[in-house]
């Protein structure tokens, strides 16, 4: 036997033992977890089991396990590894899976119907598959030479358009019905929530937990003063993000000493601090009642309802009535609002405002000795943040009719904050396409009903993985000497809080 | 010319607890010099520099900074941001402390921050685009490149500062504080880690600094070539007190700085090894 064939004889060996131990480990847990399940009968409380799944999660450990090691985990035996299964062969099995996987997705989009625990192995594997393609084989080569082709020629200048047209036709297509409407409407408030906390967070590099606070004062500022004062929500949009920047300021003085861990537990407080307020000022707030019958939003003066009379929507364009135009119009408002957000960042960003904030992230002191006032520096960023943040809130309110202080909770600041960590910090492109994955994403599974917090747990450890600073981890210099530079992620410092 | 010194302190006192690491230290720096801070490991070298720049607030003493144009300001009783702005004194950091994930340029535009703050309306002027606010901006381009030309990093202005080499960083770092628009540069050990070519570079681009832009400077360095080549005066500190000041000929003579810092040539010393044999 050469010294070759010992040499991969021992990696596989090897692999195999780790393997198998990592399935006797997955047998130990899932018997508690997985082995059985109880039943309501009619009599009692009964045990069933569901060895068949154990089987299944064990056989999952054991060939991923495999896979990793093989493939994937060891990069200075590659080489060998490669040789061991055959670089091309690897390569044509998991483009394979991956092909296989895309189609059923389409499939699956296109309206055939697969069971809810099917659905999420085949996206799961097919999305391993990809992952592994891309990392181990010249299919990734071929993408990056691609995307170095495409970003060569003028086709990209043209993608944002392209992008922007199909978000301007979207509700014009056959796809959007009422459901889909609804999950665009909410994916784009939470772009929009997201690209504004990108700017404490991602710009800044200032760990903000209470972003939901701002997105509150924003909602119960629109539902105030619209009720009590019967101002259109055109009138409230700027108040409500005025009022938001103005309690990001409030929350800004006592928090401009802290950093990191200690910026960041008071900055929790503060979100819970407004949310508690919201439920114990009865008589402003509603409590835990909430406000309802919040005014929706009206088409230049036209509303949206059934009767159709001179001064509706329908009646003035004479058409049939749709609960769906009032959708479209609140997508519009929506795609308006987080472009407006998106422009402003990205103009701020080359202003020597917005300079200062990515400086503060990069070193605080250093800002200092170049004659910065950080503390206005920090105040701007938590300002302006807080705007955007206020006029989501407003359009929340808007849309929803009705808000609480349930919509208001922790998770909602911990999901925004999710968003920007895995877009990639000071990312505006990044974050959008975390917000489609994570509330898309979520909606996809569904069916998987608690589980889907597993999901989206396992996506954020393989994120950590293999893109530990976000989609988009490079950031575009915001003034160039000569054009096309690109600051590479390893560079990028995530500030200190 | 103004003769009044750029810098004066007067008894600065700096306790750290019951430590005191400068004792009553008093020195002046003259207008259009340059002026090294020389002396032992921890003798209060980089405290009186932080004294001076704000970012210690001195127990007891002054540290006063008079402009060209007369207006003299009291650092000690300034936020340290407010030096800068305000009194012109810029700083460089023992450890270089670039905005390493910002372009070269990028770092020169941020020293720039209160002039295009200012050109840019507070951002509202910017945000729009006005015209006034684009030659404001291509100005301040135009002056952090001049200086990225002095410091020959002219064709690395779009590289992330964190991936130029030491003596690179160490360059930037200078050009950065002086797109403050200082009159006083500090500089805290610009020659550490610097191979004697970039060390012998760097002597050019100080005595430039000083010559053609009329900057005075304040220098902490070990480098003895460095120090003494540029120095106009050399101020020594040990224990928190100063035990000389003078020209670099005096100083190299004092036997007190001798004795304290700069030790003796093997030849000078009776009863070395060579003499006894």
């Known amino acids: 036997m050469s010294d070759g064939d010992t040499a991969r004889a021992a990696a596989l060996s090897a692999a195999l033992v780790d393997a198998v131990k990592w399935a006797l480990v997955a047998l130990l847990l899932s018997i508690p977890l997985l082995a059985w399940r109880t039943i309501d009968t009619p009599t009692a409380l009964d045990l069933v089991s569901r060895w068949p799944v154990v089987a299944e999660a064990v056989a999952i450990v054991f060939v991923g396990r495999l896979v990793m090691l093989l493939a994937v985990l060891t990069p200075n035996r590659s080489h060998e590894t490669r040789e061991l299964i055959g670089p091309h062969a690897i390569g044509a099995a998991f483009c394979g899976i991956a092909l296989v996987g895309l189609i059923v997705a389409f499939g699956w989009l296109a309206g055939f119907e697969i069971a809810g625990w099917w659905r999420f192995r085949l996206l799961l594997v097919s999305w391993l598959a990809f992952l592994i393609v891309f990392q181990q084989t010249s299919i990734g080569l071929v993408f990056a030479s691609l995307a170095r082709w495409l970003s060569g020629t003028k086709l990209t200048s043209y993608l944002p358009w392209a992008g922007l047209g199909a978000l301007a036709v979207f509700p014009a297509l056959p796809v959007a019905d009422r459901y889909t409407l609804d999950l665009a409407v909410m994916v784009l408030t939470y772009v929009m929530l997201g690209w504004g906390l990108n700017i404490v967070v991602g710009l800044a590099g200032l760990l903000d937990l209470g972003y939901v606070a701002f997105y509150a004062v924003g909602a119960y500022a629109y539902a105030l003063l619209a009720q009590n004062f019967g101002l259109s929500f055109w009138i409230c949009l700027p108040l409500a993000g005025i009022l938001a920047a103005f309690w990001g300021v409030l929350l800004g003085f006592p928090v401009l000493r802290l950093r990191g861990d200690y910026l960041a537990i008071v900055t929790l407080a503060f979100g819970e601090i407004i949310r508690i307020l919201l439920l114990n000022w009865q008589s402003l707030t509603g409590g835990p009642n909430g406000i309802s019958g919040i005014p929706r939003p009206s088409f230049f003066g036209l509303v949206f309802d059934a009767t159709c009379g001179p001064g509706s929507f329908c009646g003035f364009f004479g058409i049939e009535h749709s609960s769906l135009h009032r959708i479209m119009w609140l997508y519009y408002i929506i795609l308006v609002l987080a472009l407006f957000t998106a422009w402003v960042t990205t103009r701020v960003r080359r202003l020597p405002v917005g300079r200062a904030w990515e400086a503060l992230r990069e070193d605080e002191i250093a800002c200092r000795a170049l004659g910065l006032n950080t503390t206005l520096v920090k105040l701007s960023a938590f300002a302006m943040g807080a705007m955007f943040g206020g006029f989501a809130g407003s359009f929340f309110a808007t849309k929803q009719g009705f808000i609480s202080p349930e919509s208001f909770t922790f998770m909602e600041s911990a999901t925004i904050l999710a968003m920007v960590v895995m877009g990639g910090m000071g990312s505006q492109i990044g974050v959008a396409v975390a917000a489609l994955v994570m509330v898309g994403g979520i909606e996809l599974f569904r069916d998987l009903e608690l589980y889907r917090m597993l999901v989206f747990g396992l996506v954020m450890v393989v994120m950590m993985i293999w893109r530990p600073r976000g989609f988009v981890g490079s950031r575009t210099p915001t003034i160039v000497h000569q054009r096309g530079a690109v600051v590479s992620a390893g560079n990028v410092k995530e500030g200190h809080g | ?277």
Request: hydrophobic share 45%; net charge negative; aromatic share 6%.
């Open chain 2, 1 to 277: 010319m103004n003769t009044v010194p750029i810098l004066s302190v007067e008894n600065l006192t700096m306790r750290f607890g019951g430590l005191t690491a400068v004792d009553s230290f008093s020195f002046a720096a003259r207008r259009g010099d340059i002026t090294a801070l020389i002396g032992p490991n921890g003798a209060g070298k980089t405290t009186v520099f932080n004294c001076i720049t704000g970012f210690y607030k001195a127990t007891e003493g002054a540290v006063v900074v008079t402009r060209e144009d007369g207006r003299r300001f009291d650092l000690h009783r300034m936020a340290d941001f407010r030096i800068t702005a305000k009194a012109g004194v810029a700083r460089t950091f023992q450890n270089i402390r670039l905005f390493s994930g910002m372009t070269c340029l990028e770092n020169l535009m941020v020293a720039q921050h209160n002039v295009l703050m200012k050109a840019s309306g507070f951002s509202v002027i910017g945000l729009l685009g006005l015209p006034s606010w684009t030659k404001a901006q291509a100005s301040a381009v135009d002056l952090a490149m001049a200086w990225l030309e002095k410091v020959r990093l002219a064709d690395r202005a779009d590289m992330a500062a964190g991936e130029l080499s030491y003596g690179d960083q160490r360059r930037l770092e200078i050009a950065r504080a002086m797109c403050t628009g200082p009159e006083l540069l500090c500089l805290d050990e610009p020659a550490a880690g610097l191979n004697p070519r970039e060390s012998a570079e760097l002597n050019t681009l100080l005595q430039a600094i000083k010559s053609e832009h009329g900057v005075s400077i304040l220098l902490i360095e070990h480098d003895m070539g460095v120090v003494m080549q540029v120095s106009d005066r050399i101020v020594v500190l040990d224990h928190g007190a100063k035990i000389a000041e003078g020209t670099p000929a005096e100083i190299r003579v004092d036997p007190k700085v001798i004795a304290a810092y700069l030790g003796v040539d093997d030849e000078e010393v009776p009863g070395s090894l060579e003499d006894r044999r």
